[in-house]
């Protein structure tokens, strides 16, 4: 059975910081992985997508890893500002579509 | 790629009524998702809803609770019956993102049953 664990479950940074959050998968056998924000109370932001044959995608500030054989994935925020602050979700595909999504890290820059 | 429009955004419902969610995609999509998020837990799938079939739910959910209709490639809702307190949470709808691949979310309904 496919579990995700995202490490730390919480993170408080001051301004300007290089955050890592980390995000763990037990069964190599994905379609792709994907990590999205959640602001307090509402949907989900997609952030970036990594394909299963990826090493890395890169948006701005963030950049995205992915270590399929050791079921790993880093999401690596430059430059942090209040406004990333949120909750973000790793989620990996499975076969039929089915998303299996981690617990989230829930990050607070403060100014 | 696909947008949601899902609504409501929230609402405060009596025990024993129903509440159905509506989503809107900007674009055909063939599968549809339905997820639940309890408070302080991530996402749980309810069921996957395709068009023109009955929607497949996953272990713990049955179609009595929370009925689904997909009566075309843009658009499904979400019924939850019989509400309890227990069903406070947010109801998120999400579709393939098409070519780029992913998927994508609605805004959410945060429900609250009093």
């Known amino acids: 059975k496919q579990e995700v664990t995202q490490i730390p479950a919480a993170l408080s940074v001051p301004e300007g910081e290089n955050l890592v959050l980390n995000c763990s998968f037990t069964?190599?056998?994905?379609?792709?992985l994907q990590w999205f924000r959640q602001d307090p109370g509402k949907g989900l932001t997609s952030l970036l997508l990594?394909?299963?044959?990826?090493r890395e995608q890169t948006s701005g500030r963030l950049n995205a890893s992915l270590d399929k054989s050791s079921g790993r994935s880093t999401l690596y925020i430059a430059a942090s500002q209040p406004g990333d602050s949120a909750t973000y979700l790793c989620?990996?595909?499975?076969?039929?579509?089915?998303?299996?999504f981690g617990a989230g890290t829930r990050l607070a820059v403060h100014p | 790629s696909a947008v949601i429009s899902q609504k409501p955004s929230r609402d405060i419902c009596q025990r024993g009524t129903s509440l159905t969610i509506q989503c809107q995609v900007d674009?055909?999509?063939?599968?549809m998702f339905w997820y639940r998020q309890q408070p302080g837990q991530s996402l749980t799938l309810i069921a996957t809803?395709?068009?023109?079939?009955?929607?497949?739910?996953e272990s713990g959910f049955v179609i009595d609770k929370f009925p689904i209709s997909r009566p075309n490639l843009t658009f499904s809702t979400l019924t939850v019956s019989n509400m309890s307190p227990e069903d406070s949470s947010i109801y998120l709808c999400?579709?393939?993102?098409?070519?780029?691949?992913?998927?994508?979310f609605g805004s959410g309904t945060r429900l609250t049953v009093v």
């Open positions: 809803a395709n068009q023109g079939s009955e929607a497949t739910y």
């Open positions: 990594i394909q299963s044959s990826q």
């Open positions: 069964d190599s056998a994905i379609y792709n």
């Open positions: 989620a990996v595909t499975l076969g039929y579509n089915k998303l299996i």
């Open positions: 674009s055909q999509v063939t599968m």
């Open positions: 999400s579709a393939e993102r098409g070519g780029r691949g992913g998927y994508t």
